[in-house]
């Protein structure tokens, strides 16, 4: 009927724009994260950064509360009140000085995140997007970039910590170089959800084609370092280009959201236009 249409649409908007406000709220977590592991590896340039990052940290905590507030047409409440005190507390700097253990932590949580931004999808009803080029945009938003992101996340902060320290353990590189070659699996099924959006008929956002040099060119660095006989590297200069990709990936995820709530908008305004009209 035309009435559970809109109902649908109107969750769908709901979940899109709660999306955006978790994610915005992961990349937060893997700065956070990395900045921390270079900091408690020795690095004085890194300590001096956290502060502002704290600061950023905690806003992107509250403009989730603040998202999960607004949010009445599908339970959201539920979804990130088990989560919020252990993002509150890393936002606070309260974790191990234990460089391991604190970089874990932070995983952990940026999994856990991830995990309320599928159920946010299930919830909303934006995983059971009726209509092709707004379920790619979806994929695309919740089941492509966070993994590919995190990826990069997690090496940006492990590879710059090891450059910090001047030496890596044969375990450390295999994992590295291991992580490389699902990245490229990861980004290849990112690749094939893009297509498929523009088989649909969609144009993808004008910034894809950065987030995939940027991602590819980062890629190339971390196996050129880590495959190397001894590492050597600058550890400012490693983590950057780690972040110029993550910022890359961010923003074409930032489009995606963006067109996404401007097509589901579009589709509220036709569903009303039509109950109208019956």
């Known amino acids: 009927s035309g009435q559970a249409d809109r109902d649908f649409a109107a969750s769908e908007i709901e979940g899109a724009q709660l999306v955006q406000q978790v994610t915005a709220l992961i990349g937060r977590a893997q700065t956070h994260r990395g900045l921390t592991n270079r900091a408690l590896s020795g690095d004085a340039a890194a ?19 603040a998202a999960v507030a607004r949010t009445s047409r599908f339970e959201a409440a539920t979804l990130w009140q088990p989560r919020k005190a252990a993002v509150e507390e890393l936002a606070q700097g309260r974790h191990s000085t234990q460089r391991t253990e604190a970089f874990a932590q932070h995983t952990v949580a940026i999994e856990d995140l991830r995990q309320m931004l599928l ?6 009803n934006l995983l059971l997007d009726p209509e092709a080029n707004t379920f790619f945009l979806m994929d ?14 997690v090496t940006r902060g492990q590879g710059s910590a090891i450059l910090v320290r001047g030496e890596a353990s044969n375990t450390e590189r295999v994992q590295i170089l291991g992580r490389m070659d699902a990245l490229v699996k990861q980004l290849a099924d990112l690749r094939n959800k893009v297509d498929a959006l523009q088989r649909a008929g969609d144009t993808p956002p004008a910034s894809w084609d950065m987030a995939l040099s940027a991602t590819e060119s980062f890629a190339d660095e971390v196996r050129k370092v880590f495959g190397a006989d ?5 550890a400012k200069a490693f983590f950057d280009h780690g972040s110029q990709a993550m910022t890359a990936l961010s923003t074409f995820n930032t489009d995606v959201i963006t067109a996404l709530n401007q097509a589901l908008e579009l ?5 009303k236009l039509e109950c109208r009209h019956a």
């Open 267 to 271: 589709r509220l305004g036709r569903v």
């Open 119 to 124: 159920m946010v999808a299930e919830r909303s």
């Open 140 to 153: 695309i938003a919740v089941e492509r970039t966070p993994p590919l992101s995190e990826a990069l996340g």
């Open 230 to 234: 001894v590492i050597d590297g600058d």
């Open 47 to 65: 300590r001096q950064a956290l502060d502002g990052t704290r600061s950023e940290f905690a806003q992107a905590v509250q403009a989730v509360d």
